[in-house]
């Protein structure tokens, strides 16, 4: 299956993306276990919420959704600040685990997102693909822009453009195995701010049976001395645009909102001009 796979990614025409797109889709479906070493940067100007995280997964698909499984260590900063934590997200099952070593606690749970945003942000580094390959076939209008290299793995470069924003896609695509190794979006979220998201694998590898992988992978192996507490679901924020404003009574009310945009102490220094009639 594998052999025939990379034969036809090198006999795939080299300007019809949609080819390339549909043998990477291909390509995910028959990865059913794997690891890799991955960073993924989210930011968003106007919120001033940027971060980064840089873990290893370990994946095992399944057709049975009980057999599914996966492993996600991570370690999550924030850009901007000083928050700085490692974090442990496991699937086993149906069950999920999530630790924090920062807090010292753990949560159990049938969902992944059971630890509010950094669970969040551990999951991201499972997402493979920002989007279904055949949707962005289809519907994102893709092209090829050449050949490029993710360190020493040759890869095909395709950029998209998807109705829901719309979203600007550019993906890395090995021309060896078609899983990526590079993605990056940027979607427009109102008032001139955009979203933009980037997921680098840094090594992947591809396991054989479930004999290979190390033992207790899909374990959670709770740290002796940490906490039971209860999850905290993730709450998407809320968009600039949607927000309810209130006037404000005072000068300093009206002038709260810059307060962390103008933070010296957080490295949000601005110039600010104030005029008023004379």
Request: proline share 8%; hydrophobic share 40%; net charge neutral.
């Amino acid at each position: 299956m594998a052999l025939l796979l990379a034969l036809a990614l090198l006999l795939a025409p080299q300007d019809d993306a949609r080819a390339v797109l549909e043998q990477s889709a291909a390509a995910r479906a028959a990865a059913a276990r794997g690891r890799y070493d991955a960073s993924f940067v989210e930011s968003n100007a106007l919120e001033w919420r940027s971060w980064a995280v840089d873990g290893t997964v370990f994946w095992r698909d399944h057709e049975n959704d009980l057999g599914k499984r996966f492993r996600i260590e991570a370690e999550i900063r924030e850009l901007r600040g000083e928050d700085r934590r490692r974090v442990l997200l496991v699937r086993n099952g149906k069950r999920y685990v999530f630790v924090d070593h920062k807090a010292r606690t753990y949560t159990r749970g049938d969902v992944p997102l059971i630890g509010g945003e950094p669970s969040r942000l551990a999951y991201e580094l499972l997402t493979l693909f920002p989007a279904e390959p055949t949707k962005i076939a289809s519907a994102g209008k893709p092209s090829l822009r050449g050949n490029e290299s993710m360190g020493a793995e040759p890869c095909r470069v395709v950029v998209a453009s998807t109705p829901d924003g719309p979203t600007d896609h550019t993906w890395y695509l090995s021309a060896r195995d078609g899983l990526p190794r590079l993605w990056e979006t940027r979607r427009p979220i109102g008032e001139g701010d955009s979203l933009h998201r980037r997921f680098t694998i840094k090594k992947l590898e591809l396991i054989a049976s479930d004999d290979d992988y190390p033992p207790e992978t899909f374990v959670s192996g709770i740290p002796e001395g940490y906490r039971l507490v209860e999850p905290v679901p993730y709450v998407p924020p809320t968009p600039a645009a949607a927000r309810e404003v209130t006037a404000p009574t005072t000068l300093v009310e009206s002038l709260q909102p810059l307060r962390e945009h103008f933070n010296a102490e957080r490295g949000h220094t601005r110039v600010l001009c104030l005029f008023a009639p004379t």
